[in-house]
């Protein structure tokens, strides 16, 4: 990654709700958040977890978002700087490939958001759609006004394997880089840090299945979903490691609450 001069890096926003309206920040191409993010299959975290002990003293040393209303961006009260986020998984739809496939290959620029004024509580609302990379590559998830990306698009690399998207300064996305390097069965665990290329397909069409619309099938009970899910519960039975036991528990999960025997 090459690091643009200061003097190019635009004003970002963040569009917010309760308050309606944004906050701004300003880019620091020179920070980054330390934590390496992991990945649930529900959200995708990077800072103290919600269940340590040390969750409350990092909200009282910081404003933003919080989790239970909204996405979790949670930044610094004497710096502004961006310390840590949670940041939901949509089920509304895929992302166009076309699409994922322009803003995943945008080159990563290093930096990091800081609020120009810290401000009170504010809520930044869980994204819309999602996509994973056939080759196991990136994790993307969006608007649901996403477009192509152009020459006004931003990827953001804020830290190891996560990036924060803008088009036209406005905050729209992020990725996760190599996901299934950071797949774990709970937030607060460590990434195992190794892939298994094996989960990739079986990861993208577990993606695949559990969206809109077929969430709603399942609740109707839909026999055609119920045997896609227990096709795909075999295919990673035959898979070893952590994350295929992830993957594993999921998708039992699935099937435990709209097929129960």
């Not at 300064?169 to 299934?180: E, Q, V």
């Not at 990739?200 to 109707?220: F, Q």
């Not at 295929?244 to 097929?259: G, M, N, T």
Request: hydrophobic letters at 35%.
């Amino acid at each position: 990654m090459t690091k643009p001069d200061r003097q190019s890096w635009p004003i970002v926003v963040f569009a917010t709700s309760q308050p309606d309206g944004s906050v701004t920040a300003h880019i620091d191409p020179d920070r980054s958040i330390d934590d390496v993010p992991t990945w649930s299959l529900q959200t995708v975290n990077a800072g103290p977890s919600r269940a340590s002990s040390k969750y409350r003293q990092h909200l009282d040393a910081t404003v933003g978002s919080s989790y239970d209303w909204s996405d979790e961006m949670r930044f610094d009260k004497r710096t502004g700087q961006l310390r840590s986020f949670v940041l939901k998984m949509p089920e509304a739809g895929e992302v166009e490939t076309a699409i994922a496939s322009s803003w995943i290959s945008l080159p990563r620029q290093p930096g990091i958001p800081v609020l120009d004024e810290p401000e009170d509580g504010f809520h930044i609302d869980p994204l819309d759609l999602r996509y994973l990379a056939r080759d196991g590559s990136a994790l993307l998830v969006t608007d649901g006004e996403i477009q192509l990306a152009s020459r006004q698009s931003l990827r953001l690399a804020i830290g190891n394997d996560i990036d924060l998207l803008f088009e036209n300064g406005r905050y729209c996305g992020w990725i996760l880089g190599n996901p299934a390097t950071h797949l774990v069965a709970e937030p607060g665990e460590a990434a195992p840090g190794s892939d298994e290329p094996r989960l990739h397909e079986p990861l993208h069409d577990y993606l695949g299945l559990v969206v809109e619309p077929n969430i709603t099938r399942m609740n109707d009970e839909d026999p055609e979903l119920q045997e896609a899910l227990q096709s795909l519960r075999t295919r990673v039975r035959d898979i070893e490691g952590p994350g295929a036991r992830v993957l594993l528990s999921a998708i039992e999960r699935i099937l435990d609450v709209f097929y129960p025997t």
